[in-house]
């Protein structure tokens, strides 16, 4: 599986952004897709994930209510909707991909197989 993720770019403080990562094949019902950003100097962070075959959506706590994750079964897509972002939501965004992954693993990056390449994020102040 190979994702291409897009949408990212430069927006003022409590501006929105769609971010998009498409798969290069239809992906299992038991895939996870996840989302991830990684800051200059940090760890990458998880930040939404979604199961292709249900509706159970799962969020860092940063960014509920503000950022919503969907999917376009049809176009093998993931979206994630960012909205009111803030100066410290700026990172590299990442969207992932992975099969058998339990619910408490989620949110922990070694979890996915599949990464696509990121796409920046810049919010400014």
């Known amino acids: 599986v190979q994702l291409q993720a897009s949408g990212g770019g430069l927006v003022q403080a409590g501006g929105s952004l769609r971010l998009s990562c498409e798969a290069s094949?239809?992906?299992?019902?038991?895939?996870?897709m996840g989302w991830f950003c990684q800051a200059p100097g940090k760890e990458r962070e998880f930040v939404a994930g979604?199961?292709?075959?249900?509706?159970?959506?799962y969020y860092t706590d940063s960014v509920k209510g503000r950022f919503t994750i969907s999917r376009d079964n049809a176009k093998n897509t993931v979206y994630l909707q960012m909205n009111s972002l803030k100066p410290e939501d700026t990172a590299v965004y990442f969207c992932?991909?992975?099969?058998?992954?339990?619910?408490?693993?989620?949110?922990?990056?070694?979890?996915?197989?599949?990464w696509g390449q990121g796409t920046q994020v810049t919010v400014s102040s």
């Open positions: 979604m199961r292709w075959s249900e509706r159970t959506t």
């Open positions: 992932a991909a992975g099969g058998g992954i339990i619910t408490s693993s989620v949110g922990v990056a070694a979890a996915y197989n599949y």
């Open positions: 094949s239809r992906t299992s019902g038991r895939f996870v």
